[in-house]
């Protein structure tokens, strides 16, 4: 079939992300065990920021890739007059990466209506604890952080009596942990980022893991009562939750899914972690990305890129 000169464009777009992500993503899928193996080696904190770089990379050099690259040579170099065919694979392709968008597009709508309903539905009111801002509700998953821009902790009224002082605060400093990481908003960029090979669903768990052990590390802050309280917290919390069901984007302080008695023994004999020096990964990811910088610009670049365009339209 024959199409206009912006069609092309966009038909190209969209094979190449398609293309781009499923070679990237096999990239990243094959190298996730050991990922994740490596991130039991470092703290938790620096083991989430990896996991979340390594789920996201396949989305982002992607996108990166398309418009700094595929998008540029094709303006420059693609004659507008040109009347070229367009191939069934090309055609197959920008079709796949169509739908990859939008399915991506309608997780992320569904997971903001869902997220907003939820904590509409908890109802409750605003209290000051601790210092801090908090909705005092009538159903929630015991405390939990709701919200994306200005996140909102939400505390059930079961949970307001159940915990102790000293639980709840250690709970709350939990949960300001989530809230300065943004880790709603990790979650948030998941969604839009498609995962074609369940490897990368894993590198997810795994983040989801590790940021709750870092959010733990944060609220006891090597303290080992405060490691013991919190212990207790999560158990109390685990006992105490009902109601609305967990949503995408809302972190509870005990996810429905996780396996509690790992944590709470962490806490509960937490040794130091004599973590793997992380500077040669940045020095490397840096030189990566002043070449990929390097090579982007060059007009050489462009020119290459058009020339496999041409051969992804046959």
Same mark, same amino acid.
């Given at each position: 079939?024959?199409?206009?000169?912006?069609?092309?464009?966009?038909?190209?777009?969209?094979?190449?992300?398609?293309?781009?992500?499923? #070679?990237?993503?096999?990239?990243?899928?094959?190298?996730? !065990?050991?990922?994740?193996?490596?991130?039991?080696?470092?703290? !938790?904190?620096? $083991?989430?920021?990896?996991?979340?770089?390594?789920?996201?990379?396949?989305?982002?050099? /992607?996108?990166?890739?398309?418009?700094?690259?595929?998008?540029?040579?094709?303006?420059?170099?693609?004659?507008?007059?040109?009347?070229?065919?367009?191939?069934?694979?090309?055609?197959?392709?920008?079709?796949?990466?169509?739908?990859?968008?939008?399915?991506?597009?309608?997780?992320?709508?569904? +997971?903001?209506?869902?997220?907003?309903?939820?904590?509409?539905?908890?109802?409750?009111?605003?209290?000051? %604890?601790?210092?801090?801002?908090? @909705?005092?509700?009538?159903? &929630?998953?015991?405390?939990?952080?709701?919200?994306?821009?200005?996140?909102?902790?939400?505390?059930?009224?079961?949970?307001?009596?159940? #915990?102790? &002082?000293?639980?709840?605060?250690?709970?709350?400093?939990?949960?300001?942990?989530?809230?300065?990481?943004?880790?709603?908003?990790?979650?948030?960029?998941?969604?839009?980022?498609?995962?074609?090979?369940? $490897?990368?669903?894993?590198?997810?768990?795994? @983040?989801?893991?590790?940021?709750? @052990?870092?959010? *733990?590390?944060?609220? +006891?802050?090597?303290?080992?009562?405060? /490691?013991?309280?919190?212990? $207790?917290? %999560?158990?109390?919390?685990?006992?105490?939750?009902?109601? #609305?069901?967990?949503?995408? %984007?809302?972190? &509870?302080?005990?996810? $429905? *899914?996780? *396996? #509690?008695? %790992?944590?709470?023994?962490?806490?509960?004999?937490?040794?130091?972690?004599?973590?793997?020096?992380?500077?040669?990964?940045?020095?490397?990811?840096?030189?990566? +990305?002043?070449?990929?910088?390097?090579?982007?610009?060059? !007009?050489?670049?462009?020119?290459?890129?058009?020339?496999?365009?041409?051969?992804?339209?046959?």
């Amino acid at each position: 079939m024959t199409l206009s000169y912006g069609a092309r464009l966009l038909l190209l777009s969209s094979a190449s992300f398609f293309w781009l992500q499923l #070679l990237i993503g096999a990239l990243i899928a094959f190298i996730a !065990p050991a990922a994740i193996r490596r991130a039991g080696t470092m703290r !938790p904190q620096h $083991a989430a920021q990896m996991l979340f770089a390594l789920r996201l990379l396949p989305t982002a050099l /992607s996108t990166l890739a398309v418009f700094a690259l595929c998008v540029p040579s094709y303006l420059r170099f693609e004659p507008r007059v040109a009347q070229e065919e367009v191939g069934v694979a090309c055609a197959a392709a920008a079709l796949f990466g169509a739908c990859l968008c939008a399915l991506a597009i309608f997780k992320t709508l569904s +997971a903001l209506i869902r997220s907003a309903l939820y904590v509409r539905q908890c109802g409750g009111r605003e209290a000051s %604890l601790e210092g801090e801002t908090v @909705w005092i509700v009538r159903e &929630s998953a015991g405390l939990a952080l709701a919200g994306i821009v200005h996140p909102r902790l939400l505390i059930s009224e079961r949970a307001m009596s159940g #915990l102790s &002082s000293d639980q709840l605060a250690v709970a709350l400093r939990h949960e300001r942990a989530h809230r300065v990481s943004r880790d709603n908003l990790k979650r948030l960029l998941f969604l839009l980022a498609p995962a074609i090979f369940p $490897a990368l669903r894993r590198l997810e768990q795994a @983040w989801v893991q590790c940021s709750e @052990w870092s959010a *733990d590390d944060c609220a +006891a802050e090597g303290d080992a009562d405060r /490691s013991l309280t919190l212990a $207790a917290a %999560l158990v109390q919390v685990a006992r105490l939750q009902s109601g #609305l069901g967990p949503q995408p %984007l809302v972190t &509870s302080l005990v996810e $429905a *899914d996780e *396996d #509690l008695s %790992l944590r709470v023994d962490r806490l509960l004999h937490a040794a130091p972690v004599r973590e793997v020096n992380p500077r040669a990964e940045v020095l490397v990811a840096m030189f990566g +990305a002043a070449t990929i910088a390097a090579i982007a610009v060059n !007009p050489v670049t462009l020119r290459i890129v058009h020339q496999l365009l041409e051969k992804l339209l046959d």
